[in-house]
């Protein structure tokens, strides 16, 4: 009988784009596709499910405790980031970072809009959520970028695009999510073709593959963007206030902590010295100290003290033996643990300060800036991991219906071998991401058609693609994703914060030549696959 409906696999995927275009929930439309799909499969007997019951899925909840529970560290640090950049973004902390990149290059040709794109670098690397990063923008510079007559298609075309930066500057969600996905299935694809030990892809790795092509398309984002303003002044002007005088010294103290910040979580995680979680731990600790400063017009001796006594006892731990249950404890030992002790109650008090401040505080829509936070991220998280146990009843019901075997002869029976597969896989991905989130494309997609790539080996029997380089590939192409019409998101976070006299038309203009440089730097990457791999390499020693 399963000939009657011979692909059953492959119409779950139309039929799940059109529950989602009826604006169904995503978690709840791939959960409810998947049990659908399962309920046919025992109907007209397709796959595993031509048993004639439902047994099949019995191992949803096995993947699901085996992937998120305690042992999963990785998945930890997806609230953690959250909590990070929704409090930087609710406590000003965001907007007074981009005010004051534009008073360093609002004077020079294109310089509001250089501004631009590097404090959306900076963004994307406190924050990693695209959201948070275009709405701040779109409120924060589009009114200024229109007031000094940038043309209105390069304003939203510079805020759109460099709010997507999020998607792979580390440390970013989708690289977080992305590795964790890819790893898992990375191992399973080795092991399928005989290779029972193979190398291990971390979160941190993939964070260092993509640092350097993130840095490139900033660089080439500030490149086209100099090049308009010499080129069409009237497109970019200066924004030249003889008047008004910068002084370097409020502005520094604005951007310095920030970018204290970012180094922390960024360097910790790339240099080993933290995992993901840990590093993401410090950016939350970071972010309410930065915000307790920045809500509150008192002293910042809390936030000093704080950040003073975490700096002594990060010192003592590296240098000393703070061990109480050794056989011999001398006098310098106690010493040394009284004062970290002490350290750690003067950090300990300076975050509760800085805690209370941005709770005392006031919300736009709420009573407390703190509840705001709260809020947020938990609605953030959830919906990460719903859509994540949504996907996987998606993907257990497409197994189970021989989706990953109907999938394997499609690539392995393509013209050109290996390399095919991946540009196949590259397009699907693309244009999925015209029509679904980022989310939906990892957590679906990328188990199904990555072990397929990971399954190719090299002449020398190791594997073909490196899985930080494919990873990162991934994280370019699902960036594009977020700025391609007709459901670019950053496209509609942009349109709900712009002016009425900004068109979604030329929102969707705006964006055309910062497509087509993602595309060129994808190509770039694809061509040299050292630039993403270099870094991990050096730093693995």
Avoid at 118 to 131: E, K, N, Q, Y
Avoid at 414 to 441: H, K, N, R, T, Y
Wanted: aromatic share 10%; charged share 10%.
């Amino acid at each position: 009988m399963s000939a009657i409906i011979p692909y059953l696999d492959l119409l779950m995927f139309p039929v799940a784009i059109v529950m989602l275009l009826r604006g169904f929930p995503v978690a709840f439309t791939l959960a409810g596709v998947g049990l659908l799909f399962s309920v046919l499969g025992v109907v007209f007997e397709v796959g595993y499910f031509a048993t004639g019951d439902l047994s099949f899925l019995r191992a949803l909840f096995g993947r699901i405790y085996g992937l998120m529970d305690e042992t999963n560290e990785v998945l930890v640090a997806v609230p953690l980031f959250v909590f990070m950049g929704v409090t930087l973004e609710r406590s000003g902390v965001a907007a007074d970072l981009l005010s004051s990149m534009a008073k360093i290059f609002g004077r020079m040709p294109g310089g509001l809009g250089i501004s631009v794109a590097i404090v959306g670098m900076l963004l994307a690397a406190s924050t990693g959520i695209v959201g948070a990063t275009v709405v701040t923008m779109g409120l924060i510079s589009l009114p200024t970028m229109m007031k000094a007559k940038y043309d209105t298609r390069l304003s939203t075309g510079i805020i759109a695009a460099s709010g997507t930066l999020g998607q792979i500057i580390p440390p970013s969600l989708v690289l977080i999510i992305l590795g964790d996905v890819l790893s898992n299935s990375y191992i399973t694809a080795r092991r399928s073709v005989g290779d029972w030990a193979p190398d291990p892809v971390s979160v941190g790795d993939i964070f260092a593959g993509a640092l350097v092509p993130g840095l490139i398309l900033v660089g080439v984002y500030v490149l086209y963007i100099l090049a308009v303003a010499l080129i069409f002044p009237k497109r970019a002007p200066s924004v030249v206030d003889q008047g008004e005088k910068v002084e370097l010294g409020p502005v520094l103290m604005l951007l310095i902590p920030p970018l204290l910040l970012i180094i922390a979580v960024l360097g910790s995680i790339l240099f080993g010295v933290a995992t993901p979680t840990e590093a993401a731990s410090i950016g939350s600790i970071g972010a309410i100290l930065l915000a307790g400063q920045r809500l509150s017009d008192k002293s910042s001796l809390p936030q000093i003290v704080a950040l003073v006594g975490a700096v002594i006892v990060v010192l003592f731990v590296l240098y000393t033996d703070l061990r109480l249950t050794r056989t011999t404890i001398t006098t310098r030992d106690t010493v040394n643990v009284a004062l970290v002790s002490l350290a750690l109650l003067a950090f300990v008090w300076g975050s509760a300060v800085s805690l209370w401040r941005i709770w005392a505080s006031k919300a736009d829509d709420g009573p407390s800036t703190l509840g705001s936070i709260l809020r947020a991220s938990l609605h953030m998280s959830v919906m990460v991991f719903a859509i994540y146990i949504g996907a996987q009843v998606f993907n257990l019901a497409f197994r189970g219906l021989g989706g990953e075997q109907t999938v394997n002869e499609f690539f392995s029976g393509l013209p050109g071998g290996p390399w095919i597969a991946l540009a196949s896989m590259l397009a699907i991905m693309f244009l999925l991401g015209f029509f679904l989130d980022f989310l939906e494309i990892v957590f679906v997609v990328t188990p199904i058609m990555a072990p397929v790539l990971f399954s190719f080996s090299a002449a020398d029997g190791s594997v073909l693609f490196h899985p930080v380089w494919i990873a990162v590939v991934m994280g370019l192409n699902l960036q594009t994703s977020f700025l391609t019409p007709p459901f670019g998101f950053a496209l509609f976070y942009l349109r709900a914060v712009a002016p009425r006299e900004v068109t979604t038309g030329a929102i969707y203009r705006g964006i055309v030549p910062f497509v087509a440089i993602q595309i060129v730097i994808l190509g770039v990457v694809l061509f040299w696959p050292g630039i993403a791999t270099w870094l991990p390499a050096v730093l693995a020693g």
